[in-house]
């Protein structure tokens, strides 16, 4: 893609660009899926979310740090310079795209806060449909504890059609994962995340992770605070997967070395999130910081496959969830969410049942047949609640189904100007995540394995891509994947 057809890309609505994105990915990635060149078999698969990383930060850092591991890695391996993420770029359906290879239509997934229309609120007898449904640290045992004791059930939703029992994440979502598909196969996994709440990743069976290793980064030490004390709290992961690495479990129990296992690290988000980068993208002190922990970190994990005979038999694939807006500090702008829920509710007679914001807006109204006249209304306050598009109607349920028959979909999706974020006006974070933009969903993707043609490729891809890929690579086949069989998920191109 050439600069001028890449600068009117990025001068498109946010909205179009993830409609058209979609299309691409879908009529490429059919193309693709026989065509693509073989993955080398691997035995192993390691998984790695940076949190934030975009493209950019992959691509800058491998030029500027030509030694680095990210670099080695990148020498054996296939980079992705137009990767996008799920949108929503929550967390989430971050994750899950990575490891179900489906988006919120087929995972029911839209955020970690989100609403059903069919469940009922925590500790109720469930005579009322209808609730929030938060998987965050407020639904763990005692949420100011790194070792919080787990989830709570008394804080979870609940479900009238199974007898009113607490539904823990891994029930809420509707499709198999690659840790599922992994167990089946008789194979060893593992994975290491920020919440208890990852217990998601479990998948419908509540058993496809054997080493689910979950510290709540949100306790009373506050590590969210600074990129410094993430890094500390990112370490015990680290220190989890060479555990791993070494045969063991993320506790140094007796183990073996899982097929398909990995971590997040969440350092980079807060460095975004705290001080962020310096003019045209290029990193403030602590987002460098967070790039060079998050590097020492894998080579330290390299060593570790190396000292094992473990690197010629293991794939390595680093991407991120989300990525971060805006990356551009002057195109900063907190819009009071107040005052978008004020624009809704005006419009919306009956009310709003949910409304979820970061640097997106996602609506669910207590009657779906009001959508139209708040979108009509939202429409008109455009350039005062700083609204880029409204995805409602035909182009809603083109893309994530229909909120008349489907509980889980958002009756609108308000998708701001790039660089708004909607949250209280006191807010002091400088970017968040969450919506359709370019610096929210752009993220980096590398593949690298020993016997792989290094490489670049520009073909637009989706990190749903990743699940079916790792599986091919294992030997395993990518359409036991419920929702790489429902949305038609490809491999990823090797070339």
């Keep these: 893609m050439n600069t001028q057809m890449r600068n009117r890309r990025r001068r498109r609505s946010a909205a179009v660009n993830g409609t058209l994105l979609i299309g691409v990915v879908l009529s490429i990635g059919a193309a693709l899926a026989q065509s693509a060149t073989p993955l080398p078999k691997a035995q192993h ?7 934030g990383m975009h493209e950019q930060d992959l691509r800058q850092y491998v030029a500027g740090h030509p030694l680095s ?13 137009q990767a996008h993420s799920s949108m929503p770029s929550d967390s989430f359906p971050g994750l899950l795209a990575l490891v179900t290879g489906g ?56 479900d009238p059609a199974n007898g009113c029992v607490p539904l823990y994440p891994h029930s809420f979502l509707r499709v198999n994962t690659v840790f599922e598909v992994a167990k ?11 919440h208890p709440a990852y217990d998601l990743i479990q998948g419908p069976s509540g058993k496809g992770v054997d080493d689910l290793y979950t510290p709540e980064i949100n306790n009373a030490g506050a590590p969210t605070d600074s990129e410094a ?23 140094g129990a007796a183990g073996r070395v899982p097929a398909i296992f990995g971590m997040n690290f969440q350092a980079l988000s807060v460095a975004q999130k705290t001080t962020g980068y310096a003019a045209q993208g290029k990193p403030g002190p602590d987002v460098a910081a967070a790039l060079d922990f998050v590097d ?9 496959l190396k000292a094992g005979g473990l690197m010629d038999s293991t794939l390595v694939v680093i991407s991120a969830k989300h990525g971060q ?12 969410s107040k005052a978008l829920k004020a624009a809704i509710t005006a419009a919306a007679l009956a009310g709003v049942a949910q409304l979820t ?34 995805l409602s109607g035909a182009a809603l349920k083109a893309q994530f189904g229909d909120p008349a028959t489907d509980s889980r979909v958002p009756d609108l999706v308000v998708i701001p100007t790039q660089g708004v974020i909607y949250t209280k006006p006191t807010a002091t974070k400088i970017a968040e995540h969450g919506g359709f933009s370019e610096d929210d969903t752009h993220v980096a993707l590398l593949v690298s394995a020993s016997g792989l043609k290094a490489g670049t490729v520009s073909t637009p891809v989706s990190t749903t891509q990743v699940a079916p890929t790792l599986l091919s690579a294992l030997g395993l086949n990518p359409q036991a994947l419920q929702a790489v069989a429902q949305e038609g998920t490809a491999l990823l191109p090797l070339k």
Excluded: F
């Design 45 to 51: 698969v390691l998984l790695i979310s940076v949190d």
């Design 69 to 81: 591991s990210l670099a080695a890695l990148s020498s054996s391996g296939v980079t992705y310079s």
């Design 103 to 158: 988006t919120p239509k087929s995972t029911g997934v839209y955020y970690d806060d989100s609403y059903d229309r069919k469940l009922a609120a925590a500790g109720s007898d469930c005579k009322v449909a209808g609730t929030e449904v938060a998987y965050d640290e407020s639904i763990d045992k005692n949420p100011d504890l790194l070792e919080s004791g787990g989830i709570d059930p008394a804080k979870l939703p609940r």
């Design 184 to 194: 089946a196969a008789g194979l060893t996994t593992a994975w290491a995340d920020k």
């Design 229 to 251: 004390k993430t890094a500390a709290y990112d370490a015990l992961k680290v220190k989890a997967v060479l555990n791993q690495i070494g045969g063991k479990t993320s506790s």
């Design 296 to 304: 020492a970190s894998l080579g330290q994990m390299v060593a570790g």
């Design 325 to 336: 807006s805006p990356v551009d500090r002057s195109a900063l702008k907190l819009v009071d």
């Design 357 to 390: 914001t970061d640097s997106v807006g996602l609506v669910w109204l207590k009657d779906g047949t009001q959508a139209d006249a708040v979108a009509t209304a939202l429409t008109a306050n455009k350039a005062a609640l700083s609204i880029d598009h409204i």
